[in-house]
């Protein structure tokens, strides 16, 4: 083999020794350990009340969270990039926090801020709304891990985007809101997916910021992290791997799914679809076509 | 040394990268085994498992005073480690692989889970006061004053107070809390009203209808409690008198029907034999039935599993629950622990028909 042939190879294997290793192997000794005792069993682990409970309540939490994100991460981003304003360098780098902080101490912040003790907390409370040990609290502690995702996502495909476009749309007599929902938009959609498919899985997993603030009463407050921790504590890791493979799954699916939807446009799934069915309809086409001439 | 001609056909980048995974392979394991420690030449070594809340007794007055005694007799120095950590978290760690020679866990089911890993070889209930160090019972925590009069488990169930305990399924001492609820509900039971066990789930349930969080640990509980969550907490009597000595604004109080929580202790076989220190385990695990050491116990709140047994006159005197019952009395551990919270548990029942709105 010629130098660089095997450079290549060397730095190659590394690579995926490494992913193999930390991610694969892992995920496969989970599987395993789910189905030991066959697919019944596995079946039985998910449908008890507790974590059937747990994995729609994560799931619906999860979903809450990302179109919130969406919505706000999508407007932050704007503002970071097309505006300049007196402390926009400070507000940019307190977007990366919530990954610097430990998820246990993000929880205590939010259980500080909108608890019983403190005045914010205190003000909602008499308006009637419960922020902690309720699903808000739960849907804020998501709110707040996975703010960075779509924000970070966003930014540098923005900053990328050429105007030029934009202000065509714009002399073409286009409003702002139809020039952003058109033109930029479709741009910008790759990052836009990447940062909302990214908030989605890491609300799935959330455990440290949840679990403070959550009340993780089962059945009604229980989150499917919270859930697994509870199975492993009580001596049944296999409704633990179990609940965790259906978390694991819906997570894949949706990366997948992302995958698909960020690939380049020819090979987009509506792209794909068109094309199978414009090959159908000339297929029928020309069928016809020859029926008539006979 | 003559480098094969393979060698050096890979390039100086993926030469140098293959060099520094070997080296950093090398020192990263030699690094591993450094962290199993060599004890010095005559000094001899002592691992200890135990739970999180006795850990002041333990690193202040217990430990020491072994090490003075075992001094006395031997003349060898003795070096004591200890872990600290959740009873089920140090359970599951030996379980795993963590070489400690005693353990001193908070009840009796995670002791039992290591002898049935094959770690624990002898009976370990057959010891010395039934193989418990240590006792206390369960207790209600209240605000200063006891605003809302709060003295029977019937007032648990009143309409606007709120409860507090952990959650069974991560927190050894809220399986004591609900075993307490259960036992008192059977106690309380009306023989005319039906089922003894029904009227006890009945109550278990009105409880838990209160509850609006349940923490990952008792410790966790009680901080809850402490910044302003819930009317009542329901936790170990040694996890709130210290508190409350320190100024902490709350009270004890002690329902007339209660459970007597007992604490484990007992050698683990397969390590004090691999490490050659059956000895000293037994010495330690000896010590902590000795006199002196359930008065440092006492000290730090907790009660005494002697008795009166030896005349024993504890330092400190604890308010006696006119109804105190053992778990022994309800059945055994396993027993209640499956009657209670396994798939078809009277908890489990309780909390799945609360969600439903039964």
Same mark, same amino acid.
């Given at each position: 083999?010629?130098?660089?042939?095997?450079?290549?190879?060397?730095?190659?294997?590394?690579?995926?020794?490494?992913?193999?290793?930390?991610?694969?192997?892992?995920?496969?000794?989970?599987?395993?350990?789910?189905?030991?005792?066959?697919l019944?069993?596995?079946?039985?682990?998910?449908?008890?009340?507790?974590?059937?409970a747990?994995?729609?309540?994560t799931?619906?939490?999860a979903?809450?969270t990302?179109?919130?994100?969406?919505?706000?991460?999508?407007?932050? +981003?704007?503002?970071?990039?097309?505006?300049?304003f007196?402390?926009?360098?400070?507000?940019?780098?307190?977007?990366?926090?919530?990954?610097?902080?430990?998820?246990?101490v993000?929880?205590?912040?939010?259980?500080?801020?909108?608890?019983?003790?403190?005045?914010?907390?205190?003000?909602?409370?008499?308006?009637?709304i419960?922020?902690?040990?309720?699903?808000?609290?739960?849907?804020?502690?998501?709110?707040?891990?996975?703010?960075?995702?779509?924000i970070?996502?966003?930014?540098?495909?923005?900053?990328?985007?050429?105007?030029?476009?934009?202000?065509?749309?714009?002399?073409?007599?286009?409003?702002?809101?139809?020039?952003f929902?058109?033109?930029?938009?479709?741009?910008?959609?790759?990052?836009?997916?990447?940062g909302?498919?990214?908030?989605?899985?890491? +609300?799935?997993?959330?455990?440290?910021?949840?679990?403070?603030?959550?009340?993780?009463?089962?059945?009604?407050?229980?989150?499917? +992290?919270?859930?697994?921790?509870g199975e492993?504590?009580?001596?049944?890791?296999q409704?633990?791997?179990?609940?965790?493979?259906?978390?694991l799954?819906?997570s894949?699916?949706?990366?997948?799914?992302?995958?698909?939807?960020?690939?380049?446009p020819?090979?987009?799934?509506?792209?794909?679809?068109?094309?199978?069915l414009?090959?159908?309809?000339?297929?029928?086409?020309?069928?016809?076509?020859?029926?008539?001439?006979? | 040394?003559?480098?094969p001609?393979?060698?050096?056909?890979?390039?100086?980048?993926?030469r140098?990268f293959?060099?520094?995974?070997?080296?950093?392979?090398?020192?990263?394991?030699?690094?591993?085994?450094?962290?199993?420690?060599?004890?010095?030449?005559?000094?001899r070594?002592?691992?200890?498992?135990?739970?999180?809340?006795p850990?002041?007794?333990?690193?202040?007055?217990?430990?020491?005073?072994?090490?003075?005694?075992?001094?006395?007799r031997?003349?060898?120095?003795?070096?004591?480690?200890?872990?600290?950590?959740?009873?089920?978290?140090?359970?599951?760690?030996?379980?795993?692989g963590?070489?400690?020679?005693?353990?001193l866990l908070?009840?009796?089911?995670?002791?039992?889970?290591?002898?049935?890993?094959?770690?624990?070889?002898?009976?370990?209930?057959?010891?010395?006061?039934?193989g418990?160090v240590?006792?206390?019972?369960?207790?209600?925590?209240v605000?200063?004053?006891?605003?809302?009069?709060?003295?029977?488990?019937?007032?648990?169930?009143?309409?606007?107070?709120?409860?507090?305990?952990?959650?069974?399924?991560?927190?050894?001492?809220?399986m004591?809390?609900?075993i307490?609820?259960?036992?008192?509900?059977?106690?309380?039971?009306?023989?005319?009203?039906?089922?003894?066990?029904?009227?006890?789930?009945?109550?278990?349930?009105?409880?838990q209808k209160?509850?609006?969080?349940?923490?990952?640990?008792?410790?966790e509980?009680?901080?809850?409690?402490?910044?302003?969550?819930?009317?009542?907490?329901v936790?170990?009597?040694?996890?709130l008198?210290?508190?409350?000595?320190?100024?902490?604004?709350?009270?004890?109080?002690?329902?007339?029907?209660?459970?007597?929580?007992?604490?484990p202790?007992?050698?683990v076989?397969?390590?004090?034999d691999?490490?050659?220190?059956?000895d000293?385990?037994?010495?330690?695990?000896?010590?902590l039935?000795?006199?002196?050491a359930?008065?440092?116990?006492?000290?730090?709140?907790?009660?005494?599993?002697?008795?009166?047994?030896?005349?024993?006159?504890?330092?400190?005197?604890?308010?006696?629950p006119?109804?105190?019952m053992?778990?022994?009395?309800l059945?055994g551990?396993?027993?209640?622990?499956?009657?209670?919270f396994?798939?078809?548990?009277?908890?489990?029942?309780a909390?799945?028909?609360?969600?439903?709105?039964?």
């Amino acid at each position: 083999m010629s130098r660089h042939a095997l450079t290549a190879l060397a730095l190659r294997s590394a690579a995926i020794g490494y992913v193999l290793c930390l991610i694969l192997l892992p995920l496969t000794a989970i599987g395993f350990q789910s189905f030991e005792d066959g697919l019944t069993r596995f079946l039985d682990d998910i449908q008890q009340p507790q974590a059937k409970a747990a994995l729609i309540l994560t799931i619906e939490a999860a979903l809450l969270t990302t179109m919130i994100n969406a919505v706000f991460g999508t407007l932050s +981003a704007w503002v970071l990039v097309r505006y300049d304003f007196p402390g926009r360098a400070f507000l940019n780098a307190l977007v990366d926090l919530p990954f610097a902080i430990p998820t246990l101490v993000a929880g205590i912040m939010i259980a500080a801020v909108y608890g019983a003790t403190s005045p914010i907390g205190a003000w909602l409370l008499k308006g009637g709304i419960e922020v902690l040990y309720n699903v808000p609290g739960i849907v804020l502690a998501m709110l707040f891990v996975t703010m960075p995702f779509t924000i970070r996502a966003l930014q540098p495909v923005l900053m990328e985007l050429e105007r030029d476009q934009e202000e065509a749309a714009y002399t073409l007599g286009a409003t702002p809101w139809q020039a952003f929902r058109r033109v930029t938009v479709p741009s910008v959609l790759p990052g836009l997916l990447t940062g909302v498919f990214l908030t989605f899985v890491r +609300a799935l997993g959330e455990f440290g910021s949840v679990v403070i603030v959550a009340g993780n009463i089962p059945l009604k407050t229980q989150v499917a +992290a919270v859930y697994v921790y509870g199975e492993i504590e009580s001596y049944n890791p296999q409704g633990a791997t179990s609940v965790s493979v259906v978390v694991l799954i819906v997570s894949f699916l949706a990366l997948m799914l992302l995958e698909r939807l960020t690939r380049p446009p020819d090979e987009r799934l509506p792209v794909l679809l068109t094309r199978v069915l414009n090959a159908q309809w000339l297929v029928l086409h020309s069928n016809s076509k020859l029926k008539i001439q006979n | 040394m003559r480098i094969p001609p393979y060698v050096e056909r890979f390039s100086a980048v993926a030469r140098r990268f293959i060099i520094a995974s070997v080296v950093s392979c090398i020192v990263a394991s030699s690094a591993l085994f450094h962290g199993v420690s060599v004890s010095l030449a005559g000094e001899r070594e002592l691992m200890l498992a135990i739970y999180s809340v006795p850990k002041e007794a333990y690193e202040n007055k217990l430990i020491p005073a072994f090490k003075q005694h075992w001094k006395e007799r031997t003349g060898q120095d003795l070096r004591v480690r200890s872990s600290y950590g959740a009873s089920g978290a140090q359970a599951r760690a030996i379980i795993g692989g963590f070489e400690a020679d005693v353990a001193l866990l908070s009840v009796e089911g995670d002791v039992d889970q290591i002898a049935k890993a094959g770690l624990i070889t002898h009976d370990w209930r057959k010891g010395a006061d039934r193989g418990n160090v240590s006792a206390s019972v369960v207790a209600f925590g209240v605000r200063k004053g006891n605003p809302k009069g709060i003295k029977t488990w019937e007032d648990l169930t009143k309409p606007g107070v709120e409860v507090l305990y952990p959650n069974p399924k991560t927190s050894g001492g809220a399986m004591w809390d609900i075993i307490a609820i259960y036992g008192a509900g059977m106690r309380l039971a009306d023989p005319k009203q039906g089922p003894a066990e029904a009227q006890a789930a009945a109550l278990l349930k009105r409880v838990q209808k209160n509850v609006k969080v349940m923490d990952k640990s008792g410790r966790e509980s009680v901080t809850t409690f402490e910044r302003g969550i819930g009317d009542v907490i329901v936790t170990y009597e040694n996890e709130l008198l210290p508190r409350i000595k320190s100024g902490r604004p709350m009270d004890l109080v002690i329902p007339a029907e209660t459970v007597l929580i007992e604490n484990p202790g007992a050698i683990v076989d397969r390590s004090v034999d691999k490490h050659h220190v059956r000895d000293i385990a037994d010495a330690f695990v000896a010590f902590l039935h000795s006199e002196e050491a359930q008065q440092a116990f006492a000290e730090y709140d907790f009660r005494t599993v002697t008795s009166a047994k030896a005349g024993f006159q504890p330092a400190k005197t604890f308010t006696q629950p006119a109804h105190l019952m053992t778990i022994a009395e309800l059945g055994g551990w396993d027993k209640v622990a499956s009657l209670l919270f396994g798939p078809q548990g009277l908890w489990t029942g309780a909390v799945e028909d609360l969600a439903r709105g039964k």
